[in-house]
């Protein structure tokens, strides 16, 4: 017999499970997640696991501080803390960058985020040791911080199953199953067997372009390469906000263990990678320039050395915004291409799909749903930051 449910997602990362929670959550447990690796082994597991709200997009802000709520009380919604840290988040620009800070201060502000901008002596008190003489100006959120994206998707998961969604891994999607009339029905596993469902939601990161061109859905998404360097400086890091640098183009996190977690901010020039095929630790030259900025940022730690590196991928559209919404084709939903910030906005992701899945609009504050609309690219209507920051792209 053909098994059947009425929401498959396919993908079991933090999207995917965020979106199968939501679903849950109100009532709509038929819902089936099917992961060809283990929960949360693709993407997820790689991320910085920043917290913020500072964009240039409204939609985009408005769903991070939706989601910073979640992350604060996720002790009482998924009796798990996801790890997440309230440790702070801090943006600081050099004069070409003053404009748009303020530009983007004030969107946030409208929007009820709490940020606001502090002094070089009040930096100087929350990151000692900080080089701040290139800085012209700082935005502080005091709600934002670190999670880990691996921790928050198996909560997402684990709550989910408690209320009824059934999750299978180790089983990969090769196709997806579309009638005469171009609707999408199901999916086809690889071992030959298939699955029908009313709804389709396709939320496979990088894989995802793959899985919809077996129904002849294009989906311009590509896997960026992004380095990461972990510093020890010679003692243990004190709790610190996590500090966007875009006068260096970079940012710095202190990782649980008292390391430095060292990402790149220049985007202008990107790399893209098989994300079933690459060399999973920073190459030499990344590593050269993320301790040369890390040394000037931090002129004084008593004994730096490198204590390892790995690289993942983003999932990036052609404007750094994620696809999540209905495809041409009936039946089949995407939620995809969530170009860095997918971890931060996790919980509105699950809530948005579920709110358009269910009722065709959302209730999230100050979001749009059709900002993030599959069509916009060959409308020519590609959702960029109203602010944007010299030299680092639209990743913020």
């Known amino acids: 017999m053909t098994e059947t449910a009425k929401y498959v997602i396919v993908g079991g990362g933090l999207e995917g499970l965020a979106i199968a929670w939501s679903l849950a959550n109100r009532g709509e447990t038929d819902v089936l997640v099917l992961e060809r690796d283990t929960l949360c082994s693709g993407m997820t597991g790689k991320s910085s696991g920043v917290v913020r709200c500072h964009y240039g997009t409204p939609s ?24 997440f840290r309230q440790c702070g988040y801090v943006v600081g620009v050099g004069e070409n960058n003053t404009v748009p800070l303020k530009a983007n201060v004030s969107m946030m502000q409208s ?28 935005a502080y959120e005091p709600r934002g911080g670190r999670g880990e994206a691996y921790m928050a998707g198996m909560a997402f998961g684990a709550a989910g199953r408690r209320l009824g969604v059934t999750v299978r891994q180790s089983t990969r999607v090769s196709g997806l199953l579309q009638n005469a009339g171009g609707t999408v029905y199901g999916v086809t ?146 939620a995809t291409g969530f170009s860095g910030h997918g971890f931060k906005i996790s919980p509105a992701v699950g809530e948005l799909v579920a709110d358009l899945l269910t009722t065709g609009a959302t209730t999230l504050p100050n979001v749009d749903p059709h900002d993030f609309r599959y069509s916009r690219f060959e409308e020519n209507d590609l959702l960029l930051s109203l602010n944007p920051y010299e030299g680092a792209g639209e990743m913020r």
């Not at 940020?115 to 100006?137: K, N, R, S, Y």
């Open 60 to 83: 985009l802000a408005a769903m991070s501080w939706y989601s910073v709520d979640v992350f604060q009380r996720a002790p009482e919604l998924f009796d798990d803390d996801m790890a």
């Open 189 to 334: 596993l690889a071992g030959g067997d298939d699955i029908h469902a009313e709804h389709v939601i396709v939320a496979a990161g990088p894989w995802t372009p793959a899985l919809t061109a077996t129904v002849g859905v294009p989906v311009d998404v590509r896997a960026q390469r992004a380095q990461l360097v972990l510093v020890d400086q010679g003692a243990p890091t004190p709790e610190m906000p996590v500090l966007s640098d875009l006068a260096a183009l970079q940012y710095i996190c202190r990782e649980p263990n008292g390391e430095l977690l060292v990402g790149n901010s220049d985007h202008q020039a990107p790399q893209y990678i098989d994300p079933d095929d690459y060399v999973n630790r920073a190459d030499d030259s990344a590593i050269e320039k993320n301790i040369m900025k890390l040394g000037n940022r931090l002129p004084d730690m008593p004994d730096p050395r490198i204590a390892g590196s790995y690289v993942g991928a983003y999932d990036v559209t052609p404007d750094y915004n994620p696809i999540i919404g209905p495809s041409p084709a009936d039946g089949l939903f995407l």
């Open 111 to 138: 929007l009820g985020i709490d940020v606001d901008f502090i002094d070089h002596h009040t930096m100087a008190e929350l990151w000692p040791g900080l080089h701040l003489d290139d800085f012209a100006a700082f």
